[in-house]
């Protein structure tokens, strides 16, 4: 990732290179002036750049939480900023072009892209952890009139699959690099004909990080279409019986099972079990009823929350645990007498939320963006709002 080594220089430079600036829009410094945050705005797009200290100088590079996707634009910010700051530079990286391939594909989509989505086409259906893609690749080729929505939290597989996808020149599938158990909230209700879920990692030690679990059941029953039906494929006895049962619990559904039916084609990790000679259960859920239409509205505002001189000390330290989803203030930084620039983790525990919250007199704000529109972030939203507004006396350290 881009980065510059300078030598140490005079951080009191800082603010008159601030205000002189055409990239930097404000300097956020952590306690102990031990990291430093420069807010910057670089071709219509808002991210922040670290500086910290290092060895012999100073290191300037990407912030994680805020990191472009193209970047070049990050290089380019960089550039920019070395250049107002007057940095003298040791060492860079900015000058060569990245060698990782950036999901960059037209056919590569953020899960915030799903707000308010167009479909392309009139079906859709959803995989979730595609791997090798095998199987997604072979749907899209066959029924090129269905979208396929492609779900793996493994970008490597994801990247490799969007090249497949580019390769074989086919435009019905969407690559999303997202865990599955929370994507499907984005989905309208009524509207997928098949999930298909194969070969879902058995976790067995740790059963919570399971894919089926009641409420994924009841988010797909939500999304598919009356008649749609949700398809699982698994070589785990435990995992077949525990789904089984949680399909069971769920109303208006009609279950059918099957052992050692073979697919038209086979998964990479379904060629595996078959060398093997493991037995194969597939599961197939069929909803019996229409849905009612998702009407949930998440608002993400702050309204009232703004800054006061007691915030810093009232927040919290450590991270509050609520049932099924956590907020941690992780890190505070001074932008000025009367604004700061809050670093928080939060949202489902599987699946955490990393922003910053931009914080002045007047109002507050997720910095960049505000996160995904699901409930869970909407619960911790609200715990994180009542948190900055604590009433007089309160104090929650
Ligand atoms: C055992 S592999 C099976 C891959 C493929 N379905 C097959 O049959 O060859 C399970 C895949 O699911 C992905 N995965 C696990 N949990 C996931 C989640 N919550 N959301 C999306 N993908 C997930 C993993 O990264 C992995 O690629």
Request: aromatic share 12%; proline share 5%; net charge negative.
């Amino acid at each position: 990732m881009p980065h510059l080594k300078a030598n140490p220089f005079d951080t009191s430079r800082l603010e008159q290179a601030l205000a002189e600036s055409q990239t930097m829009t404000f300097v956020a410094t952590s306690f102990g002036n031990k990291e430093t945050l420069i807010g910057v705005e670089h071709c219509g797009e808002e991210f922040l750049l670290q500086l910290k200290p290092d060895e012999n100088g100073v290191l300037l590079k990407y912030d994680k939480v805020t990191r472009p996707l193209k970047v070049a634009l990050l290089k380019e910010a960089i550039a920019l900023v070395a250049q107002e700051l007057d940095l003298e530079i040791l060492s860079s990286n900015i000058a060569f072009s990245s060698s990782k391939a950036a999901l960059s594909s037209q056919y590569f989509k953020k899960i915030e892209a799903f707000e308010g989505m167009v479909y392309p086409k009139e079906k859709l259906c959803v995989e979730v952890g595609f791997g090798s893609g095998r199987h997604l690749l072979y749907q899209a080729k066959k029924n090129p009139d269905t979208l396929y929505i492609g779900l793996e939290i493994h970008t490597p597989s994801a990247q490799q699959v969007l090249g497949q996808i580019e390769l074989q020149q086919l435009d019905n599938i969407w690559v999303v690099n997202y865990d599955a158990r929370l994507f499907l909230e984005m989905l309208p209700s009524n509207k997928c004909e098949q999930i298909f879920v194969h070969f879902p990692v058995p976790w067995d030690k740790k059963p919570h990080r399971r894919v089926i679990s009641p409420s994924f059941i009841e988010e797909s029953m939500r999304v598919l279409k009356k008649d749609g039906q949700l398809e699982l494929r698994t070589d785990s006895d435990a995992y077949f019986w525990y789904a089984l049962e949680t399909f069971f619990a769920s109303l208006k559904t009609e279950v059918t099972v099957y052992k050692n039916k073979a697919l038209e084609v086979t998964s990479k990790y379904e060629a595996r079990w078959l060398r093997q000679e493991k037995d194969i259960y597939e599961v197939h859920v069929r909803t019996l009823l229409e849905s009612p239409p998702k009407t949930e509205v998440i608002d993400f505002n702050f309204n009232e929350v703004k800054y006061t001189d007691k915030l810093k000390e009232c927040l919290p330290q450590k991270a509050v645990i609520y049932e099924g989803y956590f907020v941690h203030f992780e890190r505070i930084y001074t932008i000025s007498k009367h604004a700061l620039l809050i670093k928080c983790a939060f949202g489902s525990f599987d699946r955490p939320e990393h922003k910053y919250l931009l914080l002045d007199a007047q109002s507050c704000r997720y910095f960049v963006s505000p996160p995904v529109k699901t409930s869970v972030n909407f619960q911790a939203h609200q715990a994180l709002k009542a948190l900055l507004m604590p009433s007089e006396g309160e104090d929650y350290v």
